[in-house]
């Protein structure tokens, strides 16, 4: 089964408009870490935010925010006012567990395109 | 602070042929992990290494193999090259300090293709 799903292979928004990035996951382990990473054209991915399965608030990095439901399992990222240089391939990945074990498991990506 | 630096960039090998990809993580970081991304099989986790020993390992074939050095470099091989093993390899290192919340930062990754 499918432990990260993200839905959608692709979209397009306009230029200073917020845009909402869909996560749902699948774990049985009470302890787990959920991660978003973008990763442009150049291949190189980078990390935006993480949060923690114990965590009791939303995670934010300046204008990025998760929008984490544990009860319905999902952590969707929240980009505000969008850019230009948003436009990237978006990640979500989550790690099981604590200690021990680094393993990401990745969902299949969101292509992200910024209009002017 | 440096990033995580992956050597080279590009590799273009014939089937049969074996590789090595080398990835240098962040200064003071001491795990390294490998993942492979396809088009058609996405990202997938090949394995990590912390303090020289591989602690985790994805499903992937015995031609897969890596090693870390005592300064937390990371080597990884490919043997027997099959047109499948085309794709883009990342490493990423951590310093396992934040426990759960333990960043992985990647590198540019290395480009490899088959012919």
């Known amino acids: 089964a499918q432990k990260i799903t993200q839905t959608q292979p692709g979209m397009f928004v306009q230029e200073k408009e917020a845009v909402t990035l869909d996560c749902t996951y699948d774990t049985s382990d009470p302890s787990y870490g959920l991660f978003w990473y973008k990763q442009p054209s150049s291949g190189e991915m980078i990390f935006l935010i993480y949060q923690g399965s114990y965590d009791q608030q939303n995670a934010t990095e300046g204008r990025y925010s998760l929008n984490f439901q544990k009860a319905r399992k999902s952590a969707n990222l929240v980009i505000s006012a969008s850019q230009l240089g948003d436009s990237a391939m978006y990640f979500c990945?989550?790690?099981?567990?604590?200690?021990?074990?680094?393993?990401?498991?990745f969902g299949t990506g969101t292509r992200l395109t910024i209009i002017p | 602070k440096a990033g995580v630096t992956q050597t080279p960039r590009y590799l273009i090998k014939t089937r049969g042929q074996q590789v090595t990809l080398s990835c240098s993580p962040i200064?003071?970081?001491?795990?390294v992990s490998w993942y492979q991304q396809t088009p058609g099989q996405g990202l997938q986790f090949l394995f990590e290494y912390f303090s020289e020993t591989q602690r985790n390992k994805g499903n992937f074939p015995g031609r897969f193999s890596g090693r870390q050095f005592s300064n937390s470099r990371s080597e990884m091989n490919v043997s027997t090259l099959e047109l499948g093993d085309s794709a883009l390899y990342l490493c990423?290192?951590?310093?396992?300090?934040?426990?759960?919340?333990?960043?992985?930062?990647f590198g540019a990754g290395t480009r490899l293709s088959v012919l």
């Open positions: 990423a290192s951590s310093n396992l300090a934040g426990g759960a919340k333990n960043i992985q930062y």
């Open positions: 990945a989550m790690r099981e567990g604590n200690f021990g074990n680094e393993k990401l498991t």
């Open positions: 200064s003071g970081h001491r795990s």
